[in-house]
């Protein structure tokens, strides 16, 4: 099953509910789990912000990135812009890797490298 909007809002709406009652569940796919851990924890997500952004590089395996210097994963998937807005001053680093077009759910926060982050739309799940 590939993410969607519906998908993630499901999950996310899961976190809010498992908050709610003292309860606590898991996802093992990365997506689906950082979906998870936003509604756990009462960060606001406003789902109709679909963007179209440019990424330096593949899509993980999972669909979220991963921050080298820190050892951890990041909270979304980290792009170099959306379409129409500024690219991240750190961008020039990623100029030797091909660029992709990569759909997704704006995130409230952003990166290590004050990247914008997603949940990327059309990644494969096996987690539902």
Same mark, same amino acid.
């Given at each position: 099953m590939d993410?969607?909007?519906?998908?993630?809002?499901?999950?996310?709406k899961a976190g809010e509910w498992c908050r709610k009652n003292g309860v606590y569940q898991g996802y093992?796919?990365?997506?689906?789990?950082?979906?998870?851990?936003?509604g756990?924890? !009462?960060?606001?997500?406003? $789902?109709n912000d679909v963007v179209i952004c440019r990424r330096a590089g593949y899509i993980p395996e999972g669909g979220i +990135?991963?921050?080298?210097?820190?050892?951890?994963?990041?909270?979304g998937l980290s792009v170099?812009?959306?379409?129409?807005?500024?690219?991240? !001053?750190?961008?020039?680093? $990623?100029?030797?890797r091909k660029i992709l077009?990569?759909?997704?759910?704006?995130?409230?926060?952003?990166? +290590?490298?004050?990247?914008?982050l997603i949940l990327p739309l059309d990644v494969e799940q096996y987690d539902y």
């Open positions: 993410t969607t909007v519906e998908l993630y809002m499901r999950v996310y093992y796919t990365q997506c689906l789990s950082k979906a998870f851990e936003l756990y924890n !009462g960060i606001k997500v406003d $789902f +990135s991963y921050n080298y210097r820190e050892q951890i994963y990041e909270r170099i812009n959306v379409i129409g807005e500024e690219e991240i !001053g750190s961008s020039i680093w $990623f100029a030797d077009t990569v759909k997704g759910i704006r995130l409230p926060f952003t990166g +290590s490298d004050d990247e914008t």
